[in-house]
């Protein structure tokens, strides 16, 4: 599983949505970002697979699969959302990172984001990336294949290997009276062949 640098994270105010008219707490505030940004990493979920512009966002197009995991909630920081930045006129650095690390703009509430961090010592580092093992905190559960991706059950469960079958396998599609990504429960409509437009 890929770990997200804070330096690579696609929103420009995130970790750094707190203000303050006071230089020294805006520069305790950059100082800590730059300090947890070089330890720690986070790798991102959702509470929901269902909501189709996160298949546009992260999911090329629809064209992609969405990864179900079993995440121990505490392991978990879940994300709060707020309408405008937030003043802070205290510069513990305690105080700065339980305000950083919880919160983004409420424009980004669709995804309904929940966080696992991770310490980047001693990772697998592979082109500048960071990469972790699946393991008991955070164990697949199901491979959901997006509306537009052609890949087939079949290799699906060949990419997955070993533990093929505890892991649950199905295709999406839109549903036909709402704006939802939803099971596709006609197993006649599923990919048939393995020359699929879909990258794993």
Known sequence: MKIATIADLNDPFEWNWLTSKRPDVRNAITQTKKRMSADFGIICFSASW????????????????CLGFDVPKQYLAEIQYYP????????????????????????????????????????????????CDFSSRMKLQRVIIGP????????????????????????????????????????????KDEAGGCNL
């Not at 269902?50 to 699969?65: E, M």
């Not at 599609?173 to 939802?180: E, G, H, N, T, V």
Request: aromatic share 12%; glycine share 6%; hydrophobic share 35%.
């Open 148 to 191: 537009d991706c052609d890949v087939t059950e079949e290799v699906i469960r060949a990419g997955i290997g070993d533990t093929a079958n505890q892991i649950e396998v199905f295709k999406a599609r839109r549903a036909f009276k709402s704006f939802k990504i939803v099971r596709q429960r006609n197993r006649d409509l599923w990919p």
């Open 50 to 65: 269902q909501n189709p512009v996160q298949w546009s966002h992260y999911a090329d197009k629809h064209r992609g699969i």
């Open 84 to 131: 405008t930045r937030q003043v802070l006129n205290r510069s513990t650095p305690d105080a700065i990172r339980s305000l950083m690390i919880r919160a983004k703009y409420e424009h980004w509430r669709y995804e309904e984001e929940w966080r696992l961090f991770e310490a980047l010592g001693g990772k697998t580092v592979e082109n500048g990336l960071y990469f």
